[in-house]
């Protein structure tokens, strides 16, 4: 059981390149998260997705692009990187809701990006 | 909306000493409190959650947190320190806004121990 895996764990872009950044997890969760952590910022919700072929928007989703065609993957796209998208990125997923572990997310071990 | 705030973005105390990390929140219905902690250079691991069924919650490497309804807190504290306890220490909300059940994250405090 890998629980949340990122790959890659870092990564150097110049100004105005692509990449996916790939999240599986093998708990079967149903939510899946792209959070993105800067010094003194915390966390931030980028994307998220509450299952299988659904995403949506979280808090600062500009110049990202994500995608969740199987359950337990969940691609994140940046299309033109910029430096301001430095940083460091986590997955998260999280069991379906209603359960009563619903509430704990479980963290992959993030992804370092940086954009020159 | 539900929001936190970590008070104190570097603590230091001595080995030994008592760890306390503050955090309050902001909550419109009963939350559900996280705290995560951060090792250089790693993912969060999750060291304990309240969610509502008692107010002292216990987690692990010696670290509790007490869930205050009328101060709107949820402090964690460790009687002991240890070296290995030096970290960056996240509280957190989940968000019951929308369907997404994200956590919303306080801007975290990093811990040093000194020997």
């Known amino acids: 059981n890998a629980g949340v895996t990122q790959t890659p764990k870092f990564r150097v872009l110049k100004t105005g390149q692509s990449m996916t950044l790939l999240c599986a997890q093998d708990m079967n969760h149903e939510y899946m998260y792209w959070y993105r952590q800067d010094p003194g910022m915390g966390l931030r919700l980028i994307h998220y997705?509450?299952?299988?072929?659904?995403?949506a928007k979280g808090e600062v989703p500009d110049g990202y692009n994500v995608s969740r065609l199987k359950k337990q993957n969940f691609l994140l796209g940046l299309e033109s990187a910029a430096p301001s998208q430095t940083s460091v990125y986590f997955c998260?997923?999280?069991?379906?809701?209603?359960?009563?572990?619903?509430?704990?997310?479980?963290f992959g071990p993030g992804t370092r990006l940086t954009v020159l | 909306a539900q929001s936190v705030t970590q008070l104190g973005s570097h603590v230091s105390v001595s080995e030994g000493a008592l760890v306390l990390l503050r955090c309050n929140y902001s909550s419109s219905v009963p939350p559900y409190l996280f705290w995560y902690v951060q090792y250089p250079n790693q993912g969060l691991q999750l060291l304990l959650k309240?969610?509502?069924?008692?107010?002292l919650v216990k987690g692990i490497n010696g670290f509790e947190a007490e869930f205050k309804k009328s101060e709107t807190s949820f402090h964690l504290t460790k009687p002991s320190a240890h070296m290995s306890d030096a970290a960056e220490y996240f509280c957190a909300v989940r968000n019951y806004g929308g369907s997404q059940g994200n956590l919303i994250f306080g801007k975290g405090t990093k811990l040093s121990v000194k020997p």
């Open positions: 309240y969610t509502s069924a008692a107010t």
């Open positions: 998260a997923s999280s069991y379906p809701s209603g359960s009563g572990a619903y509430n704990e997310q479980f």
């Open positions: 997705s509450v299952g299988e072929g659904t995403t």
